[in-house]
């Protein structure tokens, strides 16, 4: 069974991510915040991370380029409602940081569960 972690400040989002990924067959674990989210990493791994761009604590822009420099072999979705910009460009900026995949919220679930599935099925 592949871990996946859901970094997410919206707990209801995550939560819903996490019982969709579950029902899938994935392992979950879930974070609310950036410094929870990188105790998460180093204190269990995991196969895939699914980020939101903005959050309390470590932003998402910042914990990607960490994973990526610390954790290469790590599956990226990146996930973002807008803040002080929109959401595109968030986005736009985590693709460029090197995420596999990026959703605006609200993110269409089935597209998130093909992409997990596609992303966890590519051995890197």
Do not use: C, N
Request: aromatic content about 4%.
């Amino acid at each position: 069974m592949q871990r996946i972690l859901i970094i997410d400040d919206e707990v209801e989002l995550a939560r819903l991510f996490g019982l969709v990924l579950t029902d899938a067959g994935h392992e979950i674990e879930l974070a609310h915040d950036g410094v929870a989210g990188l105790r998460a990493l180093e204190q269990g791994g995991a196969d895939l991370v699914i980020t939101d761009l903005v959050l309390p604590e470590r932003d998402g822009i910042e914990l990607i380029g960490v994973i990526r420099e610390r954790w290469p072999a790590i599956a990226l979705i990146a996930v973002s409602g807008g803040g002080r910009i929109t959401s595109d460009q968030y986005l736009e900026l985590a693709d460029k940081l090197g995420v596999d995949r990026s959703f605006a919220k609200p993110v269409d679930l089935d597209a998130l569960t093909l992409a997990v599935g596609e992303l966890l099925a590519d051995p890197r």
